[in-house]
């Protein structure tokens, strides 16, 4: 079981920037990809970044170039560096955990994990 804490969400002018952190704790697995989810109202929950346990990023179009994710293993963090920030960035913004582990059959029990989410509003 894997428990996450988010934190650092809130009101910004555009253009500012935010960074959001994830907490995770529990159980510790070698194989990992923790990322950054989003959901606008009246909008689909999409992907924002995700980052692997070997530091292979994934950004969506919409942010390359102005977000930023990373880890920290030792600590099981994750965080979102979130610069120029626009109107359309305002949405409930979700940590996930995405667990591979090695079943004694030799495959894959894919287990998702997500925290209860952070409002990010951003105004004129």
């Known amino acids: 079981q894997v428990q996450l804490v988010e934190s650092g969400g809130g009101l910004v002018q555009a253009g500012g920037s935010l960074r959001l952190s994830c907490q995770a704790s529990g159980t510790i697995y070698s194989i990992n990809v923790m990322g950054w989810y989003r959901q606008a109202p009246g909008k689909q929950r999409e992907l924002v970044a995700d980052?692997?346990?070997?530091?292979?990023?994934n950004y969506a179009d919409s942010v390359r170039g102005r977000f930023t994710i990373s880890r920290d293993n030792a600590k099981m963090a994750v965080y979102l560096q979130m610069n120029s920030l626009n109107r359309e960035d305002t949405a409930v913004y979700y940590c996930n955990y995405h667990i591979r582990s090695l079943q004694p059959s030799g495959a894959y029990r894919e287990t998702d994990y997500w925290g209860q989410g952070t409002q990010v509003t951003v105004s004129s």
């Open positions: 980052i692997t346990s070997g530091n292979t990023r």
